[in-house]
DNA sequence: AACAAATGATACTATTATGGTATCATTAAC
DNA sequence: GTTAATGATACCATAATAGTATCATTTGTT
């Protein structure tokens, strides 16, 4: 029932902090002062978004995290498909075995308009958007 | 992620077998036939419609449960509420502590649209409309 | 009256996902 | 070379989910 994860939550908010420093780079120990995420779990994270080439990290002294180029545009839809994995609201619960009512299904339907609704807003929402 | 959970599909699956019966009264074991959900499984689902006013329960040789008066009605939103709790897709990470954008967090507001749209459209799927 | 067939209520268990910590390796600045 | 940072991973605790088991109660049948 939660749309987004605590994950994603916290990543994003490191990100706008992020993205209002344009350019300079934040450690994990400021990031946890202006968040309030604990550190190490913070770290993980941004690591992730290292990873998946939002961020862009800088090890050594003076090192942390910066918004990788052109990336105020990543939408919220983008940040759940990270931490969260391929986005689907609506998966049958009988996976392997056959579903009693395979073809006959309505719901399916419905829910997957639902679902492509809520993918689209999701796709409006972004960083650059959460500034303003 | 999940709008909905494998009690409130089960329940639904359940309702709409009750529901093409008009009036019968099945037992679990016949729904468990019909369904493919597991029996103790399936009869805890069906006692909560019970409480919840949905079924109508009839103990006894020849009991099981039948569909309330009134009932083709309910709606899947109404079925969450019931299993999942209320609905909220968007509860701030920071519950007790506060959180420190408080009162700036943009997220929220366009959250709460998604929400209310998705809420519109889980009002809409009745049991009545997934039977035709 | 006895028995069987059903639900009511509840306690228990196993598995998985989530949230978070800890540690060691690596890199870079001074 | 030391220190301050991230990279990579392994680990752990808690809670939610999915499902089982059991005993009590009710009701129909003989």
């Known amino acids: 029932m939660k749309l987004i994860t605590r994950d994603t939550d916290y990543a994003l908010r490191a990100i706008c902090k992020i993205a209002k420093e344009k350019g300079k780079v934040l450690s994990v120990k400021e990031l946890t002062g202006l968040t309030k995420v604990p550190g190490p779990y913070l770290r993980k994270i941004l690591q992730r978004l290292n990873k998946a080439g939002?961020?862009?990290?800088?090890?050594?002294?003076?090192?942390?995290?910066?918004?990788?180029?052109?990336?105020?545009?990543?939408?919220l839809f983008d940040l759940i498909v990270i931490f969260q994995g391929h986005f689907k609201l609506n998966e049958c619960f009988f996976k392997k075995e056959k579903c009693p009512d395979t073809g006959t299904c309505p719901l399916k339907k419905r829910i997957d308009k639902i679902e492509k609704n809520v993918i689209k807003e999701l796709k409006e929402i972004t960083i650059a958007s959460l500034l303003r």
């Open 54 to 75: 939002v961020l862009i990290s800088h090890k050594g002294t003076g090192g942390g995290f910066k918004l990788a180029r052109g990336k105020v545009n990543t939408r």
